[in-house]
């Protein structure tokens, strides 16, 4: 069992910035690999971003290449997504994931383990 908390999340203007932090417990961190998806009323949850559990790789959608950074510190069993030049596309709940196994990837089918979400709200 894994417990996942996010925080972080508010209204900021368009162009702003916002870190999300993820705090985890109940599983060896380290070899868990962690992803952000996103998801807006009336639509399927979407993939943001994921982190092996060394940290040693990332990936990101398109939408959030070189505004977004996903990032881990395995001491403090936190996830972090740091989001820059935001837009008000990006308005959505906010949810990071445990992958269920070695597999990372980008399906939401693969993470087992959800955060209760933290609301992005970006104003134009």
């Known amino acids: 069992q894994v417990q996942l908390v996010e925080s972080g999340g508010g209204l900021v203007q368009a162009g702003g910035s916002l870190r999300l932090s993820c705090a985890a417990s109940?599983?060896?961190?380290?070899?868990?690999?962690m992803g952000w998806f996103r998801q807006t009323p009336g639509k399927e949850r979407e993939f943001v971003a994921y982190?092996?559990?060394?940290?040693?790789?990332?990936y990101y959608t398109d939408s959030v290449k070189g505004r977004f950074t996903i990032s881990r510190d395995n001491a403090m069993n936190t996830v972090y997504l740091q989001m820059n030049s935001l837009k008000p596309e990006d308005t959505a709940v906010y949810y990071c994931a445990a992958a269920k196994g070695r597999v990372v990837t980008t399906a939401v089918a693969f993470y087992e383990y959800w955060g209760q979400g933290t609301q992005v709200t970006v104003s134009s």
């Open positions: 109940g599983r060896t961190f380290s070899t868990t690999h």
């Open positions: 982190i092996t559990g060394s940290g040693a790789t990332t």
